[in-house]
């Protein structure tokens, strides 16, 4: 029969192979060659996952790993909640702010209801080793910002960048192997826009409170997506950069990516107001202490609840995770407008956010989506020179980093929640010297984290729209 698959999330052909009276029958598809099964759903004609083809099997290593590849799956992907809907899964848009429409009437999720799967501890998704698709991303974000320790190298994870990134990641933790880290990353590029980037956002949208993407400026030409990072008050809005996007941007198109808010408003509140520069080395140490403690032991899939547990209650450790899974998330929805251009403008955190859509978009194939990406104050690690010269590609101008050495926050906050293991392109000039990025030293007029996006004219100012202003770094 022709259905869905729960496996490749393509219709194809199934071939009957084992006809059962007590139980369902087993089916083989025309495509992966996994075995599959009819979804339990009353009325419901796609097919779920049985067990995993015959060479999948053979290599199935652990005790764990064999009882999962013997296991059938009761629903398909739309009843189990993986996704929305198959036939939206390779879906183009007109228009960014209409990305809803991938994941419109969402079905009853059968899973969810009937046990305590896909559950979430402190607001942040609990992706454990079985969560397919998605899961190498997400181990990847989580060693970036220092908490999976050292690979069987020694080399510390949040050094590493691409495929080796992703495969220490997933060893670390348990879950996955490293092939599918290699997989995964070198599909990324052609992944985004297509089935299986669509899987892939159908597991973060529903992860990242806030996520919406909101139009702010009709006009014409290229389209300005700016993503703020901490926030001064939990309005997630476009008012701070309202004055310097007039300046260059008034006649384009504006959307503002949003994120996460009530988080980013609560560490903005912290470390934005009147916290002294003694204060906030003494929150370096308690972040770095807890950091460094995290890092020390491996995650197994045993303890990734508790694991998850401890990264929502580290506001900063679940942003920097959420950031990442945020820029995959808008790299695909942009993959889906193959006709149009944009300028991305990140402040903080939202630059994180940029960094992973760039590196992402980057390993597409089709000509370069992005015009220019404007990092103010960057919340990212600088010395990832592969990860950078990467993220390079994704633009056809130039990517200009916007850095203050007065930046307390980015100085002591952001190193400690790492573990001291990463210095932000907000306080440094990334260690690249790939043409296409710039690094420029706006310490003249730059005086604290919370200064970047009310200035924002001036930094227009200091970065290559031929306005004289700012040092270059």
């Known amino acids: 029969m022709q259905a869905y698959c729960s496996w490749c999330y393509k219709k194809t052909n199934h071939k009957l192979v084992e006809h059962n009276y007590l139980r369902r029958n087993v089916y083989k598809c025309s495509g992966c060659q996994n075995y599959t099964l009819e979804c339990r759903a009353i009325g419901c004609n796609h097919h779920t996952k049985g067990h995993p083809n015959d060479e999948l099997s053979r290599t199935a290593g652990s005790v764990i790993d064999k009882l999962k590849h013997n296991w059938h799956a009761e629903f398909c992907a739309e009843h189990d909640g993986t996704i929305a809907s198959f036939d939206r899964l390779n879906q183009h848009l007109e228009d960014i702010r209409n990305f809803n429409i991938l994941f419109e009437n969402r079905k009853f999720n059968m899973v969810k209801t009937t046990t305590s799967i896909g559950t979430a501890i402190g607001g942040v998704a609990v992706f454990a080793a079985t969560a397919g698709t998605a899961a190498p991303a997400f181990a990847a974000a989580l060693g970036n910002v220092g908490l999976l320790g050292a690979a069987s190298t020694g080399t510390a994870i949040s050094t590493l960048s691409g495929a080796a990134l992703t495969s220490a990641s997933l060893a670390a933790i348990g879950g996955g192997t490293v092939a599918s880290g ?209 993220a390079a590609k994704a633009v056809s101008g130039k990517i200009y980093n916007c850095l203050s050495s007065k930046d307390d926050v980015l100085n002591y906050a952001y190193q400690g929640a790492s573990a001291l293991t990463s210095i932000p392109i907000g306080v440094t000039p990334i260690a690249t010297i790939s043409p296409k990025i710039e690094n420029w030293d706006c310490s003249e007029f730059i005086d604290s984290h919370m200064a970047w996006k009310p200035k924002f004219g001036e930094v227009l100012t200091a970065i290559d729209y031929k306005i004289q202003k700012g040092r270059r770094a």
């Open 182 to 390: 290699v997989i995964f990353i070198s599909a990324a590029g052609a992944a985004v826009g297509g089935v299986l980037g669509g899987v892939v956002s159908n597991q973060y949208v529903g992860a990242i409170k806030n996520f919406d993407i909101k139009q702010y400026n009709e006009g014409e030409g290229i389209s300005v997506i700016f993503v703020n990072g901490f926030l001064n008050e939990d309005n997630d809005d476009l008012e701070d950069w309202r004055a310097g996007a007039r300046l260059m941007f008034k006649d384009n198109p504006w959307y503002l990516t949003t994120w996460e808010s009530k988080k980013k408003a609560d560490i903005g509140s912290l470390v934005g107001g009147n916290m002294s520069k003694t204060a906030l080395k003494a929150y370096m140490k308690k972040l770095a202490s807890r950091a460094t403690k995290k890092a020390g032991s491996k995650i197994s899939p045993l303890t990734w609840a508790a694991f998850a547990a401890d990264l929502a209650g580290n506001d900063w450790h679940s942003a920097m995770s959420k950031a990442a899974m945020t820029g995959i998330l808008l790299a695909d929805i942009i993959a889906r407008t193959p006709s149009k251009k944009y300028i991305l403008v990140g402040h903080s955190l939202g630059a994180r956010v940029i960094y992973y859509a760039l590196e992402v978009l980057s390993s597409r194939t089709t000509k370069p989506q992005i015009q220019d990406a404007i990092l103010l104050g960057g919340a990212i690690g600088a010395q990832d020179e592969a990860g950078w010269a990467s």
